[in-house]
């Protein structure tokens, strides 16, 4: 069981449980080691603090100990006090270093205090016997009797003195050896921690790397080989990993991933199937429609000529009857005439019209910059006949646009020629044009005083053919917004009726910004140019 559950541990679960085991025993060894070095830096500090200066002290003390009997000796030899000098040195000396020792000295240093004390006491004993007995003896009986006091002392205090001085330095070494015994074995412990810490470190590195390679690097190339195996085609093979159940879960994903594939690709080829079908039939349509349009053309040359010959023999005999017989036939027939000659000029015109409205976008010249100032400037010409000498025609700062020039000259001469003829009675007509910019496009705007348009008709005013009043009220074919609609939707545009105006008409345009300045800001209105029209 328990190995079951050591299994089903994630990889991320199995990287930490073994980086916390190594963290534990690094831990474990930092803590040893920095016992250990505290311990090493007593003892260092023992040898070079503590045991190297009591032993330096202890030879310079035996040193005092040599003046003190040296000056004894050469004071009772001369009598002079200056040779007593290094005896009074000497004392200062030894009070000195007996203090220094006192404070190096640790009271678990028992042996090295039990020493020096000896030899305070052998020091005393040999100043009462010898050295203050002699220095009295001089300054009172002279050198002679000094001399043969010093003669008749024994050198017993003295070398019992030096013997204790002796001992008080093998103690001291005794502990300087041991403390520098103990640095040398704190270092050879830090040696063995850090060889442990290594030795940790390299074994948790190893097992990282087993650890990867058996639960990542080879399960993952074994699943790359699985997945190539699936792109080169092989939809069917069901994707499975043995790595870490991380991986095992990505397989689990990526074969939902292959089967959905799969899923999709039937249903991919299924529908190019659909599409090859759909691709004959509009294949078949495309030839049909192209052997429609042949067949267009040949009506609208059929329209253009064949047709319109007869009818303008019916509309010029018609009218030679009216000139003819006119007044001569009674009323009936006159009437009857001329109701054959209207409906043959109306024939015309319809058929005219037609034909100008089957070639936009069929019959083209290709696009170009197109001055709409310079085709308001041409339409104004060509309007001039309609316009009476009353009509006034304003333009504000037209742009440049992209198009064909012939199509917009219509475009404007249908806009405006309703304009003019859809006028108030009395009333003279005024037609302002205008543009702005927005966005990626022009808006251009035709307005009029005129008699306007009804709310209710405005979804069928661009509808071909349709008219809003009576043929005898107004002349036309009811064409003209039809051509206008085509035209602005053949430039890319398209166009509405303005129904928030209060009087005339307002239609709304949009036609495509040049490429090249569709990141300019709009541009602001020229001052507005007026045009009269004049007769």
């Known amino acids: 069981m328990r190995l079951l559950n050591l299994h089903s541990w994630t990889l991320r679960r199995r990287i930490l449980a073994l980086c916390v085991t190594v963290g534990v025993l690094l831990s474990a060894l930092g803590v040893l080691a920095a016992i250990t070095a505290a311990q090493n830096n007593r003892q260092l500090d023992d040898v070079l603090d503590r045991a190297s200066p009591m032993r330096a002290n202890g030879e310079m003390l035996n040193t005092a100990y040599v003046d003190q009997e040296t000056g004894v000796r050469g004071f009772a030899i001369t009598g002079e006090e200056a040779n007593l000098e290094p005896y009074t040195r000497g004392l200062a000396d030894e009070a000195r270093l007996i203090t220094t020792l006192d404070r190096l000295i640790h009271p678990e240093d028992t042996e090295v205090r039990q020493a020096l004390d000896v030899v305070r006491q052998r020091a005393d004993e040999w100043r009462r016997e010898v050295a203050e007995p002699v220095i009295a003896t001089v300054r009172s009986e002279g050198t002679q009797a000094a001399q043969q006091e010093i003669k008749g002392t024994s050198t017993a205090q003295f070398d019992a003195l030096r013997n204790a001085i002796a001992a008080m330095q093998g103690d001291i070494q005794v502990l300087r050896t041991e403390s520098a015994d103990a640095a040398k074995a704190g270092s050879r412990t830090m040696v063995a921690i850090q060889i442990a810490a290594a030795a940790i470190i390299i074994l948790a590195g190893s097992a990282l790397l087993l650890l990867l390679d058996r639960m990542v690097s080879r399960p993952v190339t074994e699943l790359a080989e699985q997945v190539r195996g699936v792109a080169d085609g092989d939809y069917g093979k069901r994707i499975v990993s043995s790595g870490s159940p991380e991986l095992a879960g990505l397989a689990d994903d990526v074969d939902g ?21 759909v691709n004959d039939q509009l294949k078949a349509q495309t030839e049909e429609l192209t052997r429609s349009n042949r067949d267009l053309e040949q009506f609208a040359y059929v329209a253009s000529h064949d047709l319109q010959e007869p009818l303008r023999k019916v509309a010029s005999f018609c009218q030679l009857l009216q000139r003819r017989y006119a007044g001569k036939l009674d ?161 890319g545009g398209r166009i509405w009726l303005d129904l928030d105006v209060e009087e005339g008409t307002s239609i709304w345009f949009t036609l495509p910004v040049l490429p090249g300045f569709a990141d300019e800001k709009p541009t602001a209105p020229a001052q507005e140019t007026q045009k009269e029209v004049t007769a």
């Open 257 to 277: 991933m292959r089967r959905k594939i799969s899923a999709e690709l039937n249903e991919v080829r299924e529908a190019r199937a659909q599409i090859e079908w």
């Open 331 to 491: 009323e009936r027939a006159d009437q009857y005439i001329a109701f054959a000659v209207d409906g043959a000029q109306r024939m015309q015109r319809l058929i005219n019209d037609l034909l100008a409205f089957s070639r936009i976008g069929r019959l083209t010249a290709g696009f170009t910059e197109v001055p709409l100032d310079q085709v308001l400037t041409d339409v104004k010409s060509q309007l001039e006949p309609r316009a009476g000498e009353d009509a006034e025609i304003s333009w504000t700062g037209l742009p440049t646009v992209e198009g064909e020039e012939p199509l917009l000259t219509t475009l404007f001469v249908n806009l405006i020629g309703n304009s003019l003829k859809f006028r108030r009675p009395d009333v003279p007509p005024v037609i302002r044009v205008s543009a702005e910019r927005d966005g990626d496009e022009w808006r251009v705007n035709v307005r009029d005083n005129g008699i306007g348009i009804e709310t209710e008709f405005a979804d069928k005013v661009f509808v071909i053919f349709q008219r809003l009043h009576a043929r005898d009220a107004y002349e036309g074919t009811g064409i003209g917004l039809a051509i206008v609609k085509k035209i602005v939707e053949y430039h």
